[in-house]
């Protein structure tokens, strides 16, 4: 069956610190792949996707970047976080129109 | 660009009473998806019902329906029987179709069931 990972479930960092946010998926290939953002009291917002290996498309500009080594493999990172980098990250999978997308457990950001 | 309005910030129903949740899109597509999520406490985002633009029929699963008005490009949500554990966040969503587009969202509608 097929299933997506994603941690850490909760990370506080300092400002300036790098930050890694990982999300894996199982059971499929060549999958489309997403990170979003989810502000406090706001919906979701759409940082990054990704259709394969390498290839990346940012829909925002911001401090954040993302990386796909593997094709099951998504990364979201920062070089030197900010305190408006502050958020509930969630990844996401989409399987086909058919059912939708499918989202991680998320990550809970907080910069201090 | 595509939006997704939910109006109702929050709303609050009895156990077992019914509830409408609206949604109202904008879109210049002829052919869309949309989708309503719950999010509980626990934040995992969690699939409901999604519907298909060329599909006429009403999308339905089990308590979870949806009255789907393309013309009025209109898509509530209507829970029967409420439980406590429909307490959650819901968001409307949008995709053209997967891939460069993903998912737009709407603000939510903070649900609660009262006991």
């Known amino acids: 069956s097929q299933t997506i990972h994603q941690w850490p479930a909760t990370l506080v960092q300092p400002v300036g610190s790098p930050l890694s946010l990982e999300c894996t998926v199982e059971?499929?290939?060549?999958?489309?792949l997403y990170w979003y953002r989810q502000a406090a009291g706001r919906g979701l917002q759409l940082l990054f996707y990704s259709v394969g290996i390498g290839q990346i498309s940012s829909e925002v500009p911001q401090n954040l970047s993302a990386s796909r080594p593997q094709d099951r493999q998504f990364i979201l990172s920062s070089k030197k976080l900010l305190l408006s980098d502050s958020g509930f990250y969630l990844c996401?999978?989409?399987?086909?129109?058919?059912?939708?997308?499918?989202f991680g457990s998320g990550t809970r950001l907080t910069v201090v | 660009a595509q939006t997704v309005t939910q109006s109702q910030p929050e709303m609050s129903v009895q156990e077992a009473e019914t509830v409408t949740l609206s949604c109202t899109y904008d879109?210049?597509?002829?052919?869309?998806?949309l989708f309503w999520y719950k999010q509980p406490p626990s934040r995992q985002m969690i699939l409901v019902i999604r519907?298909?633009?060329?599909?006429?029929q009403n999308a339905t699963e089990n308590r979870f329906s949806v009255n789907f008005q393309k013309a009025a490009k209109s898509f509530s949500l209507k829970i029967s029987d409420s439980q406590l554990g429909d307490t959650a966040m819901y968001f409307c969503?949008?995709?053209?179709?997967?891939?460069?587009?993903?998912?737009?969202f709407g603000k939510g509608t903070h649900l609660i069931i009262q006991p």
């Open positions: 059971g499929t290939s060549n999958p489309n």
């Open positions: 969503a949008y995709s053209s179709g997967g891939g460069a587009d993903g998912l737009t």
């Open positions: 879109t210049s597509e002829n052919n869309y998806y």
């Open positions: 996401a999978w989409e399987e086909g129109m058919n059912y939708g997308y499918t």
């Open positions: 519907q298909e633009a060329y599909k006429q």
